[in-house]
């Protein structure tokens, strides 16, 4: 992105949070899902841009907000701005 002259600092990520498949034959807890999402982001996510927002991903306002919650508890150390996009 910075090849294309992006300001970082001004840009947001909007993606989905990472969840299991339908079909995964295991069930995971909010709290392995936040710790995973946070493990992506520190592994990807550019530091220079300040904010993620996360997409619904077809989940339930309940189901989203916990794991939303979830991630924001797990990350510790990412300077980032973490909320989400989306209507019910």
Known sequence: MIDHRVYMPGATLKSNIINPGKDCPISYSVEDIGKANV????STFPV???TA????????LEDAAARLSAVNKANKHGPWNLSFSWSA
């Open 39 to 42: 493990s992506v982001l520190e």
């Open 48 to 50: 220079a841009m300040k």
């Open 53 to 60: 927002n996360y997409l619904s991903g077809g989940q339930s």
